[in-house]
């Protein structure tokens, strides 16, 4: 029986091409003959690394697509309104070299059309031209539904192909590229729902067990501020997005759903495997930040981040955080790694159950949210510190706030022996536009040596 490293060099190079992305430098590395034989894989192998590694049609782009570029306010903008071509283009590179698909770990995507039409508009849909396929594309892609819609579903799939519909192509690029890790969304909300579209078909007309997302662990939805569709309800987008086994990672981003009914009936309680949770200028009450918490089995990481002031809102809008550290309790008391919480708005009462948390090692908080005027209350915050706290970052500090830095300092160095054993590093970071004075910059190195000495770390920074 021939050893492996007796096989011929075609042979080995055959079994070099089942070798998964990240592991064919060490596999060229075996020997000399290996890193031969090897060579001209290694050069396809960092091409595709750096071509295909992300789809992005926000920035800078790893697949540049069928796109334009334009000035706007002497921004200059790259886009590809052209958006069927791209991804279609996209699915042409995959279906002609299957090995691609496996360096592709992100999409960033700002939108896409559903549908394209003829250079002739349809009144009833927004105008954008498409350059249409040719014969041999349709062909290349029709054989390529065929290895995974249904038959009695196949027909309707190469109609809406043929009709101009691109979700057949998104659907097929979703299903054959296997290790996508990362959807980032931005600016168009109807491309969350969207998504939910093609998931939902590709689940009722693929054949059994078709691969869709399964690596994926990473969601980020950026909402455009003044262009949000209340008809999408963003609420139940986000529960279903939670429903995919593989998601770790969810964060939103102009998440508007206060006062818009919801329905999390997909999101079955304690099934979603989402850990890390995150929202910013979001508007959600609440009841309904409970019921999506409810669907988690543990989350471990929690960021909110508001700062803009809601002059003209209602109070009841935006949250607040001791009624998030509630809502937090109930679900995740035993679960919570990890906290985030600022905004630039007063808020409505102290953090008082911060205890509650068992396990939670890293605490970052405005400065705001424990500030009261002329006064502070930061004796009380230390004392409701939870003991298991290693890492505390003091945020968004205000020129009115310096004064009483020092004292809050002090204030931990002298509950860090019986009430805070393992806090380790504190940092206090004031906004961007803001300086250290420099009267306070003469005492930093004071202040370093006694949190020093009491085993604390203590850095001063500024918002970048």
């Not at 539904?145 to 998104?170: C, F, Q």
């Not at 078709?210 to 987008?237: A, C, G, H, M, V």
């Not at 998601?247 to 495997?273: E, M, Q, R």
């Amino acid at each position: 029986m021939a050893r492996f490293p007796d096989l011929p060099n075609e042979l080995l190079r055959e079994v070099m091409t089942y070798v998964m992305p990240e592991d064919i430098e060490n596999f060229s590395l075996i020997s000399k003959r290996f890193y031969v034989v090897a060579l001209p894989l290694l050069k396809e192998h960092r091409e595709l690394r750096v071509r295909y590694s992300a789809f992005d049609d926000i920035g800078k782009a790893a697949f540049f697509g069928c796109r334009f570029e334009f000035d706007y306010l002497d921004y200059l903008i790259r886009t590809n309104c052209t958006l069927g071509d791209s991804f279609s283009n996209l699915l042409i590179d995959v279906l002609a070299n299957r090995r691609m698909a496996l360096y592709m770990k992100e999409l960033r995507l700002d939108g896409w059309f559903l549908e394209w039409e003829s250079m002739i508009p349809d009144p009833s849909h927004e105008r954008h031209e498409h350059r249409p396929y040719t014969q041999e594309q349709f062909v290349l892609f029709k054989q390529a539904l065929a290895r995974y819609v249904l038959p009695g579903k196949l027909e309707t799939w190469i109609e809406e192909l043929e009709s101009g519909h691109e979700g057949p192509i998104i659907r097929l690029l979703l299903i054959l590229l296997p290790r996508i890790k990362s959807i980032k969304f931005q600016w168009w909300s109807d491309v969350v729902h969207q998504l939910r579209e093609v998931i939902e078909r590709i689940r009722t007309d693929c054949i059994e067990d078709t691969p869709i997302l399964s690596y994926l662990e990473q969601i980020n939805i950026q909402f455009e501020e003044y262009f949000i569709n209340p008809e999408l309800r963003p609420l139940d987008l986000l529960a279903f997005l939670a429903t995919i086994p593989s998601l770790k990672s969810l964060y939103g981003v102009y998440i508007t759903a206060y006062g818009h009914s919801h329905d999390f009936s997909c999101l079955l309680p304690h099934s979603s495997n989402i850990t890390d949770l995150g929202f910013k200028w979001c508007y959600i009450s609440l009841e309904q930040l409970g019921e999506f918490l409810h669907g988690l089995k543990a989350l471990q990481t929690f960021s909110y981040s508001h700062d803009k002031h809601d002059e003209g809102r209602d109070d009841e809008v935006w949250w607040d955080p001791a009624g998030i550290c509630e809502v937090l309790s109930e679900h995740a008391q035993r679960s919570l790694n990890a906290l985030a919480l600022r905004s630039v708005n007063e808020p409505k009462g102290p953090i008082e159950n911060l205890q509650d948390f068992k396990v939670l090692k890293e605490l970052t908080l405005s400065f705001s949210l424990f500030w009261r005027g002329t006064g502070y209350s930061m004796e009380t915050f230390a004392c409701e510190l939870p003991e298991s706290i290693q890492k505390l970052s003091i945020r968004d500090i205000e020129v009115e706030h310096i004064s009483q830095v020092e004292s809050t300092i002090q204030e931990l160095v002298l509950f860090r022996p019986d009430r805070l054993p393992k806090l380790e590093k504190v940092c206090y970071c004031v906004s961007w536009d803001v300086h250290w004075p420099h009267w306070f910059s003469q005492n930093t190195d004071k202040l370093r040596k006694s949190c020093e000495d009491a085993g604390i770390e203590l850095r001063f920074r500024n918002e970048e």
